[in-house]
């Protein structure tokens, strides 16, 4: 694999289940972002990590849960889905915080 | 509060020059990303500024004035494959990235 991948590119969810997205990359990056865009509105960071081993909160993380266990993959986990959780879910990593954020292809998730 | 604006949607010629604007006031700034996204892709880099003045890069250029918390992207020679929409992005005080919702560009033949 080359840069970073995401699955499942898409996928269906009835409201109250669990989901984990998943998110690798490799290009040894430190810092990794899981983002979601909505219609109309920008892209809005849910959790972030700037190193293996530590995870932060974003602008919307209610209802989201993350782990950095090693450098290449950080999964999203939605813990009891609800419908306003439907979205484009895309994940990021960049060499440093401040340096250029490179994307992952995207999944969309429809929660009915 | 935290604000980047861009025009929603802007529509252009082929062959034609483009410019889109951004605003933008952030807690701190620590630079200011130009990304594409195509319908339905995942967003792409085009541009970095953190220091006042134009950065030119092929038919795409990129201008920042820190003092008016202003930038443009400028889009020379547009083809139709410049049909998207561009992100304008701002590192704040903590480092985050905060994001415009993007303008989406519409090139006629």
């Known amino acids: 694999i080359a840069g970073i991948t995401q699955a499942p590119t898409s996928q269906i969810l009835a409201a109250g289940r669990r989901m984990t997205l998943r998110c690798t990359q490799d290009?040894?990056?430190?810092?990794m972002y899981w983002y979601r865009q909505d219609l109309g509105l920008g892209l809005r960071l849910i959790h972030y990590?700037?190193?293996?081993?530590?995870?932060g909160k974003g602008e919307v993380p209610d209802g989201y849960s993350v782990s950095r266990a090693n450098t290449d993959d950080f999964p999203l986990t939605l813990a009891s889905a609800v419908p306003s959780q439907t979205s484009v879910y895309f994940c990021?990593?960049?060499?440093?915080?401040?340096?250029?954020?490179?994307f992952g292809p995207g999944t969309r998730l429809t929660v009915l | 509060g935290q604000n980047i604006d861009q025009p929603t949607e802007m529509t252009a010629t082929e062959g034609a020059i483009v410019q889109i604007n951004c605003t933008y006031q952030?807690?701190?700034?620590?630079?200011l990303f130009w990304y594409q996204q195509h319908a339905g892709e995942a967003p792409t880099f085009l541009s970095y500024?953190?220091l006042d003045g134009l950065e030119e890069k092929g038919r795409f250029s990129s201008f920042l004035s820190r003092s008016k918390g202003y930038s443009y992207l400028l889009l020379k020679e547009l083809q139709m494959k410049d049909s998207a929409s561009y992100l304008c992005?701002?590192?704040?005080?903590?480092?985050?990235?905060?994001w415009g919702a993007g303008t989406k560009l519409i090139i006629k033949p």
């Open positions: 990021a990593s960049s060499p440093g915080t401040t340096d250029t954020q490179y």
């Open positions: 290009m040894r990056h430190n810092a």
């Open positions: 990590s700037n190193t293996a081993g530590t995870t």
């Open positions: 952030t807690s701190g700034f620590n630079g």
């Open positions: 500024n953190v």
């Open positions: 992005a701002v590192t704040d005080s903590n480092y985050q990235l905060i």
